[in-house]
C-alpha cells in the first residue's frame, strides 16, 4: 500500500539535493526518518568521553585569548 504526501517545490528541492543517486524517494526518507537515541549519538560522536566539557572550556579560552591578542595588535 503506498501514501502521497505534499511537499512544496522548496523541500522537494532540498531532498533531491540530499538524495543518492540509486535511492528512490521512499528510500531517502526512510534513511532520514531514522530514530536517534542517545546513545546512537554517543556512539556516533566518539570523541565525546569524559573530560570534554573541559577540553571545550580550554579551546574557548584559547580562541579568546588569540581574539584578544589580535584585536589589541599584540602577538
Known amino acids: 500500500m503506498s501514501s ?3 511537499i512544496s517545490a ?6 533531491e539535493a540530499v538524495k ?3 535511492e528512490t524517494f521512499d ?4 534513511r532520514l526518518a531514522i530514530t536517534r537515541t542517545e546513545e546512537d549519538v554517543r556512539e556516533m560522536a566518539g570523541f565525546a568521553a569524559e573530560g ?9 579560552a584559547d580562541l ?8 589589541s595588535g599584540a602577538e
Not at 522548496?10 to 531532498?15: A, G, I, P, Q, V
Not at 579568546?64 to 584585536?71: C, I, P, Y
Open 4 to 6: 502521497s504526501i505534499r
Open 10 to 15: 522548496e523541500t522537494k528541492r532540498k531532498l
Open 20 to 22: 543518492r543517486e540509486d
Open 27 to 30: 528510500e531517502l526518507l526512510d
Open 52 to 60: 570534554i566539557d573541559e577540553h571545550m572550556e580550554q579551546k574557548r
Open 64 to 71: 579568546n585569548d588569540s581574539f584578544e591578542a589580535r584585536t
